[in-house]
């Protein structure tokens, strides 16, 4: 079964522009979240979502929004970049939504390989 | 809010020493706690992970142990191996506001041969 995938790689941007990244998760999983990781930050949650609609979101300004389309797959997009949204940004992918692992269902969170993202 | 603190920050161990790193949370209703392992430049893999109706769970060489009471829980490596050398990553299950993995900061464990 492939991984998730993530594109692109990498990608060199300049402030108060804008940029998309896709995250394609594993056949069947229907959830999706993203992280942002920075150095000594560790993984900071911007936003999950399962079957195309957000579940939760976390402490991020608006210029970060994403979606996720019929298929599972899901983009996010950050709009008015700033210096400090140079970042490695992780998607993951699981079968259900983490409320699930709450109660007690099996859930495990796969990532993708990440797109770096910077911001000149 | 919720929060997830990580220490040490940095870990060398020479081989076959123990490593332990341990992992604070804020949100009391938290019941899941998973352990990711990141080598360098790879992505973030689940390693073990531990409800809360469990005080301890072991896996080869990891375990991990949890405190309800306390809100800590750890990572406990033996007999490490230079290919335990990773950056590894407490979360907990966020249950405040939604439901979200929050992790720590990360802690940088260097096997030294």
């Known amino acids: 079964k492939a991984g998730v995938t993530q594109t692109p790689r990498y990608l060199i941007k300049t402030r108060g522009q804008q940029v998309t990244l896709s995250c394609s998760p594993i056949s069947g999983h229907r959830s999706v979240s993203w992280y942002q990781q920075t150095p000594g930050q560790g993984l900071q949650f911007l936003f999950e979502y399962f079957s195309e609609t957000q579940r939760n979101k976390g402490n991020f300004p608006g210029r970060f929004s994403g979606r996720q389309f019929s298929n599972s797959r899901s983009e996010m997009n950050v709009s008015t970049l700033e210096l400090g949204d140079s970042a490695l940004y992780l998607c993951?992918?699981?079968?259900?939504?983490?409320?699930?692992?709450?109660?007690?269902?099996?859930?495990?969170?796969?990532f993708g390989p990440g797109t770096r993202l910077t911001v000149l | 809010g919720e929060n997830v603190e990580q220490h040490p920050s940095t870990l060398s161990v020479q081989e076959g020493d123990s490593a332990v790193i341990k992992c604070t949370y804020s949100?009391?209703?938290?019941?899941?706690f998973p352990w990711y392992k990141q080598e360098l430049g790879k992505r973030p893999q689940l390693i073990i992970d531990?409800?809360?109706?469990?005080g301890e769970k072991k896996d080869q060489r990891i375990a991990v142990t949890l405190n309800k009471t306390a809100k800590h829980f750890s990572l406990h490596i033996t007999e490490t191996q230079p290919e335990d050398s990773a950056v590894y990553f407490c979360a907990a299950l966020g249950v405040d506001s939604s439901y979200k993995l929050i992790f720590g900061s990360g802690t940088r464990l260097l096997v030294r041969p």
């Open positions: 993951a992918s699981s079968l259900g939504p983490s409320s699930l692992v709450y109660s007690g269902g099996h859930n495990e969170q796969f």
């Open positions: 949100d009391s209703a938290s019941n899941y």
């Open positions: 531990i409800r809360s109706n469990v």
